[in-house]
Structures are given as structure tokens and as C-alpha cells.
């Protein structure tokens, strides 16, 4: 499969434990972003990468959230002290600089916070 | 930032007929339209697009329009069949995507 792919895809925690997601773009892309979606709305946007550059983050990224992407190829997003309003599907996409802006979807994670 | 707003939020069509979505937009500076569509459960689906130089482009029984001046950006779709079913979201970006809130598409047989 050589679309975006993440991992877990389902994660269930407890309130105030940690969690870190992964996921892997697809291989010629160089942009990475995160979004959060919630039912019956539409992804957010939480921020994005340009290779290993952090370069823009949302203002919905509250301190407990933090991402990486170390050698400008997978990324993790971490969650600290988890929330039970943090519960929702989070989409990673990719694209290619080149191509503009279109945005490929990875499936996402659900998280649930009891 | 951005902000899009999207209309109707539910939208039922009979089978064979055409359906239209409409979005608008805050940010002048958004250069690029893209429309997704989700099925219950599974990623959004890019489905088409339009960047700011350019005001119409179809696909197939797909098309979507631009007005800049106006800052809206709407989906038409023709002869609708049953697989059109789904939620349909719309977004405006220069970088990261601010989506709409969504349509939901019925098409009844």
C-alpha cells in the first residue's frame, strides 16, 4: 500500500495518561500535516511540516500537544495528560510541494479518553 | 485565519437528479479549493479541485466553480447515483486546510 498509513488505528486511555501516534507519509511527499476531527465535523487543522520543519501549528494545539518529525520522513504526534475533550479521529495527510496543496488522508486514529 | 462556511448541511436528491453545495470563504489570500468526500467511518477522499486562477473545472459528472471576487466556491454533481451518498466537505487553503462543516448527501432511489 503506498498510500499514508497510521498507527494505531484505534487507541483507548485513560484521563491523564499519554499517547503518541504515528504516521507515515506517502514516500515522495515532503509536507505533513495533522488535523483533529470530531463527529459530525469537518477536520481541523493542527499543524503541518515541510520535510523536517515544523512550520505552522494551530492555535487548537494547546501545550499538552507536540509533534515531530525528525528526519523529514514519518511523524509522531504526542498527546500529554490526556483529556476526555481530547477524544476524536486524528487524520494525518500528505502532499507534495510541487503538486500545490492537494492533501492525501492517512485512515487516522481514534482516540477515546475515558 | 480563514473561516469557510458550507450550505446546506443536509442535502437529499432523487436518483438521476443534480446536486449543488455551496461554501464561501473569509481569507482572500486562500489560493486553493479542494472538496473531499467521506463515507461513514473511512478517510476523506479528495474528489476535486480548483486553485484561485482558474473559475471552473470539471470531472466527469463532477465540477466545481470559483468566484474570487465573492469569495464563494461551489460543487455541482450530475445524474447522482446511489454511491454519491456521503458527506461532502469543502475547504479554502494556502497551506493548511480550513474545512466547512459538511454536507450530507442522501441521493433516494
Known amino acids: 500500500d503506498t498510500g499514508v498509513s497510521q498507527d494505531p488505528r484505534h487507541k483507548i486511555t485513560k484521563r491523564g495518561q499519554n499517547v503518541t501516534f504515528r504516521c507515515d507519509p506517502i514516500?515522495?511527499?515532503?509536507?505533513l500535516y495533522w488535523y483533529r476531527q470530531t463527529l459530525g465535523q469537518g477536520p481541523e487543522f493542527l499543524t503541518y511540516?515541510?520535510?523536517?520543519?515544523?512550520?505552522?501549528k494551530s492555535r487548537l494545539l494547546s501545550d499538552r500537544f507536540s509533534a515531530e518529525r525528525p528526519k523529514g520522513s514519518f511523524s509522531t504526534l504526542e498527546i500529554q495528560r490526556t483529556e476526555q475533550g481530547d477524544s476524536a479521529m486524528y487524520l494525518c495527510?500528505?502532499?507534495?510541494?510541487?503538486?500545490?496543496?492537494?492533501?492525501?488522508f492517512g485512515p487516522g486514529t481514534r482516540l477515546t479518553v475515558l | 485565519g480563514e473561516n469557510v462556511e458550507q450550505h446546506p448541511s443536509t442535502l437529499s436528491v432523487q436518483e438521476g437528479d443534480s446536486a449543488v453545495i455551496k461554501c464561501t470563504y473569509s481569507?482572500?489570500?486562500?489560493?486553493?479549493f479542494p472538496w473531499y468526500k467521506q463515507e461513514l467511518g473511512k478517510r476523506p477522499q479528495l474528489i476535486i479541485d480548483?486553485?484561485?486562477?482558474?473559475g471552473e473545472k470539471k470531472d466527469q459528472r463532477i465540477a466545481v466553480t470559483l468566484n474570487k471576487t465573492a469569495k464563494h466556491f461551489s460543487l455541482h454533481i450530475t445524474e447522482t447515483q446511489p454511491e454519491d451518498s456521503a458527506v461532502y466537505f469543502c475547504?479554502?487553503?494556502?497551506?493548511?486546510?480550513?474545512f466547512g462543516k459538511g454536507t450530507h448527501l442522501i441521493i433516494q432511489p
Open positions: 511540516f515541510q520535510n523536517e520543519a515544523q512550520l505552522e
Open positions: 495527510a500528505s502532499s507534495q510541494y510541487e503538486s500545490y496543496n492537494e492533501q492525501f
Open positions: 481569507d482572500s489570500a486562500s489560493n486553493y
Open positions: 514516500s515522495e511527499h515532503n509536507r
Open positions: 480548483i486553485r484561485s486562477n482558474v
Open positions: 475547504a479554502a487553503s494556502m497551506r493548511g486546510l480550513t
